[in-house]
């Protein structure tokens, strides 16, 4: 939990000066990767988190990967958790980063849970009726789920929608269990 809210302040540190500066753009499109070699590399995590190798070692590591190929802002990011100890909340910081910038666009990420693929209308379909009940713009992701017999489940934020069929009997045999016979 304590790291989560460091990852945020980072976050929202970051976000301010990129929106301020006019450079979202920028950081959205270097941050992936900046954070995909923290999340990949399980050698290079090893090395920035290893207590007895010093900031400047791995400042330098850090200029070879980075230095001149993603904006200086994020840059001055990246070399300051190492000077604060905390590289190893990049990958973290760049979640609530997006989670930032979806909401200053007024995006959403939603997860559609289906037996099968759903067809092009159907997912439409669902967007629509998810961007009325959110009011914000819905980015659709669809994952197939072999353990639903049959209708859907929606993850959307910290909500879950169940219409699944699984769903509907496990609601009934509770029904049918405490009912007065």
Do not use: C
């Not at 230095?67 to 840059?75: D, R, S, V």
């Amino acid at each position: 939990m304590l790291k989560r809210a460091i990852a945020t302040r980072y976050a929202t540190a970051l976000f301010l000066l990129a929106e301020e500066k006019g450079i979202l753009e920028d950081i959205e499109r270097d941050f992936p990767g900046v954070a995909d070699v923290y999340s990949s590399s399980e050698e290079l995590t090893r090395f920035l988190t290893h207590p007895a190798i010093g900031p400047g070692e791995k400042k330098e590591v850090l200029e070879k990967l980075f230095e001149g190929k993603i904006h200086e802002t994020l840059y001055d990011l990246v070399m300051m958790t190492v000077d604060k100890n905390r590289e190893e909340y990049i990958p973290l910081i760049w979640e609530d980063f997006r989670r930032l910038l979806m909401e200053h666009r007024g995006q959403m990420r939603a997860t559609i849970f289906s037996p099968f693929e759903l067809s092009t209308e159907l997912k439409q379909e669902v967007e629509i009726g998810l961007e009325k009940v959110t009011g914000k713009t819905i980015l659709l992701e669809e994952k197939v789920d072999n353990s639903l017999i049959g209708g859907i489940r929606i993850l959307i934020g910290d909500r879950v929608y169940d219409g699944s069929v699984v769903s509907t009997l496990e609601q009934l045999r509770e029904t049918l269990m405490t009912a007065p016979v």
